[in-house]
């Protein structure tokens, strides 16, 4: 069993450390959706949009659940994560206040869902998402790449364009990407408290 270590540096801020749990007991070819899952109070992600920056945040975790504030370019509002029975689960305005599989309990290459549209996509729709790497690589702004993430293909069923939802383990979405590059990239994570306290 391996457990691999993700340091991450950019500019003058440090990422914290963040270890990929041991592979669940499936096999070394499946994921649990909560590997991805931060589930810490104050965890900050700040993200490269174009020439803007945009910023996801746990307001509070009580009892196992995340109260999240976002802002991504145009798109502002507020989420509840939470997991369940290995499962991420998000509940949002911006996805019609339909409680979302962000990604399922298990997970393996070639594993699909039907959802509401991601708030990349701008929510409401039905999308398409398929699992389509376990080991996928995503090079950050400052040059420095993480790797063992987890890449999802999105496809709206009305039809349009794709992006992928680049994933790192204990630290969540890094990146997304879209027909014309990359949307937005992680440029500094903030680890947050610490357990299970608001």
Known sequence: MKVWLVLLCLSSVAFAQVARPPTSA?????????EYFVQRAGAQWTYQ???????????????????VSLSLGKTSGSAAWRVKEGAWL???????????????GVMSRGTRWLEVASIERG????????????????????????????AVLEVPDAGGEAYTHY????????????????????????????????
């Open 123 to 150: 929510g409401f729709k039905p999308s398409s998402f398929e699992v389509v790497a376990l080991e996928a690589q995503v090079e950050l702004p400052n040059g420095m790449v993480v790797d063992h993430c987890l």
């Open 49 to 67: 949009l174009g020439k803007g920056k945009g910023r996801v945040s746990i307001v509070s975790f009580l009892d196992w659940r995340a109260q």
């Open 26 to 34: 499936t096999s070394e070819a499946s994921r649990l959706g909560a």
């Open 167 to 198: 994933y790192a383990p204990s630290l969540g979405k890094v990146a997304v990407q879209g027909p014309d590059g990359w949307v937005y990239r992680l440029v500094e994570f903030r680890g947050g408290g610490r357990g299970h306290s608001e």
């Open 90 to 104: 998000e509940r949002s305005g911006l996805r019609g206040e339909h409680e979302a599989v962000v990604l399922p």
